[in-house]
């Protein structure tokens, strides 16, 4: 049960709380189950892990998913959190790159990649008309009978 643990720590240092007995007060459970926590004797519930992720400003789906697939029983159950632990690194490790890329200046080539996705209209061809005209053009279409009523 590392990572229970490790989130415990994490969560008492960053909001100052010195002792399980005080971060129990805090979520309102008891020292006891605290302790049966952090040795394994009880799983903790995913609205817990979210209410400590949140109170250390943390984020709850990759410590949900280290925590599942560390208390995870079948080796297909392991793959699976592990699974979605490395999906959930890549997108963390994409969103880094787009943020230092951002600060270190390189956010002119950076908009520059990405503003014809983010300026074309989604309806471009209907808005601006058949060859890229600002006004749509008039269809060239036969001119239209008189309707006819069906036999019967």
């Excluded at 799983?43 to 984020?59: F, G, T």
């Excluded at 969103?95 to 080539?109: I, M, R």
């Excluded at 983010?118 to 061809?125: D, G």
Aim: aromatic share 4%.
């Amino acid at each position: 049960m590392d990572h229970v643990n490790n989130l415990l720590d994490t969560v008492r240092k960053s909001c100052a709380i010195p002792s399980d007995n005080m971060l129990s007060k805090k979520i309102g459970v008891t020292r006891a189950l605290i302790s049966g926590w952090r040795v394994g004797r009880y799983p903790v519930p995913d609205a817990r892990i979210a209410e400590l992720c949140a109170m250390a400003h943390l984020d709850g789906g990759e410590w949900m998913a280290k925590i599942h697939a560390e208390a995870a029983a079948s080796p297909a159950e392991k793959a699976l959190w592990r699974s979605v632990l490395d999906r959930l690194s890549a997108a963390a490790a994409v969103v880094a790159l787009l943020v230092l890329a951002v600060h270190t200046g390189a956010h002119e080539a950076l908009l520059a990649a990405l503003s014809p996705v983010a300026v074309t209209h989604p309806l471009y061809i209907m808005r601006n008309g058949r060859w890229g005209h600002t006004a749509p053009q008039p269809a060239a279409v036969a001119p239209a009978r008189p309707r006819q009523a069906l036999p019967g």
